[in-house]
């Protein structure tokens, strides 16, 4: 039964029309230059200066038929905690003006999920004025580097080739620890009688999608792992976290400089962090005379290295090229009365706190769901998904739990199915059915717009078009 699926997928990828592949690719230092609030935290964190320095790298992909452009792309990995909507507004809005060529909505922007990137979004927390940049500065500031990232990219493009490959590289676990009543809380004690497991998986595969010239030189590295960059989350500091180490590594070995984009897979309930076996691990780190960023870069470097070596001798130069993009309508997840009520008397005991803005936002826009739900029924989530030659990518805004992710990866009609998360379009957690009765920060409503059901319609509606996208000529 297994032979006669593959033999089918591989006759429906040989029916699909191969096209010319014109690529260029580019990367650009996005690093503010004076102290900034830091992402993803509750409480206000001014940065006290910086690690390593943060960066945006781009893949512009045309595809030509006959010397004629048929389809495009942009594909673009951004070091920061999520893509938010003014960031969106300001790239694609410069883009639009310098580079007419391109439809803006086939630029695909990626954040790394680093912790300890710039704030995008004014009012989200109490940040000092006095010497500290303030996020609209950055977001202005972003929006021109990436769009002279892109111009880059687009601009070098020129006859290319691209190969694929897939390994094993140990970087994210589940999060979420589940106790005897039934419960489930994000990093929570193992060490405790009432400990009865990890709520679910962690997949340790790494994916990566290789460019290359025409006359067989490195040109980009796209390295997909499902787990989010916040290794070192809680730092006030500027770092792009491992993903910095993992490209150093990767170029010492390869090249140095190449494009590096960190694309994170489906991994709402996965992060880097242990939280048993904590103390051999440590000591691990001490014997390897490393730290754990730099342990997991050398994880992943060394393992797309190998991948990178292997795909080299399977460069493909005519390979079916086909992108769709969209607006998918999934149903918002319901707040309950007793869930408003809860969240209003979080909001006025929050608002007397010094540092309670955020967490007072997050609840306050619980109370708001609730007063709009009945007129707002759906939220629009962008998708896109492409086909290049055998390997899908499959987009979502949300932070993915990584059972959904499985699922499209199980379903998808490609050879490789890469599910990339936080993309444009907000949406916070999308949890689990199981994960919503367990509870806990990232499963409770105020985590998430969107629940089980949307869950499941988003992973119906990737399939469906990457199956589109397989389908022979006239079918």
């Avoid at 992402?39 to 200066?49: E, I, K, L, M, W």
């Avoid at 405790?192 to 998986?201: A, S």
């Avoid at 960190?262 to 103390?279: E, H, N, T, V, Y």
Wanted: aromatic content about 6%; overall charge neutral.
């Amino acid at each position: 039964m297994r032979t006669s699926i593959a033999m089918v997928v591989l006759a429906a990828a040989a029916a699909a029309p191969a096209a010319e592949l014109w690529v260029g690719a580019a990367t650009v230092d996005i690093t503010p230059h004076r102290p900034v609030a830091l992402d993803g935290q509750f409480n206000t964190r001014v940065s006290r200066g910086i690690d390593n320095r943060l960066t945006a790298s781009a893949v512009a992909i045309e595809a030509r038929e006959g010397g004629a452009a048929k389809d495009h792309a942009v594909l673009v990995s951004i070091d920061i905690v999520s893509v938010r909507a003014p960031a969106v507004q300001a790239i694609r809005d410069r883009m639009r003006a310098r580079l007419p060529d391109v439809d803006p909505a086939r630029v695909v922007l990626t954040a790394t999920h680093t912790h300890t990137a710039p704030v995008t979004e004014e009012g989200k927390y109490a940040i000092p004025t006095n010497g500290v940049m303030q996020p609209a500065e950055f977001v202005a500031f972003l929006g021109d580097r990436i769009a002279d990232l892109a111009v880059n990219a687009w601009t070098q493009r020129a006859p290319a080739g691209v190969s694929w490959a897939m390994g094993q590289a140990v970087v994210g676990h589940n999060r979420r620890a589940v106790y005897a009543n039934g419960t489930a809380t994000m990093y929570g004690k193992a060490a405790t009688p009432d400990f009865r497991g990890i709520e679910g998986g962690a997949d340790a595969t790494l994916q990566g999608l290789f460019f290359w010239t025409r006359e067989g030189r490195p040109l980009a590295a796209c390295l997909h792992v499902p787990c989010p960059a916040q290794e070192v989350e809680s730092l006030s500091r500027i770092t792009a976290d491992f993903w910095h180490e993992a490209r150093a590594r990767f170029r010492a070995a390869i090249s140095n400089d190449i494009p590096v984009l960190g694309w994170p897979g489906a991994a709402g309930d996965i992060s880097p962090r242990r939280m048993w076996s904590k103390a051999a691990a440590e000591r691990m780190l001490k014997l390897r005379g490393l730290t754990a960023v730099q342990d997991i870069g050398r994880r992943i470097a060394g393992e797309a290295a190998d991948l990178f070596a292997l795909s080299r001798g399977d460069i493909r130069t005519d390979v079916a090229f086909a992108h769709r993009c969209g607006d998918v309508a999934l149903p918002v997840r319901r707040v309950t009365d007793p869930e408003a009520e809860n969240a209003r008397k979080q909001v006025e005991a929050l608002s007397k706190q010094a540092d309670g803005i955020r967490r007072a936002k997050w609840f306050q826009a619980t109370v708001d769901r609730h007063g709009t739900q009945d007129q707002a029924a759906t939220l629009p989530a962008e998708v896109h998904v492409l086909r290049i030659g055998d390997v899908a990518l499959a987009t979502n805004p949300f932070e993915l739990f990584q059972d959904y992710g499985v699922q499209i990866q199980g379903r998808s009609p490609a050879l490789q199915t890469l599910v990339i998360q936080l993309t444009p379009g907000g949406g916070g957690y999308l949890p689990t059915r199981r994960a919503v009765e367990g509870g806990g920060y990232s499963a409770v409503v105020e985590s998430s717009q969107v629940g089980p059901d949307g869950g499941q319609v988003l992973v119906d509606t990737t399939v469906e078009w990457l199956t589109t996208l397989w389908a022979a000529p006239g079918e």
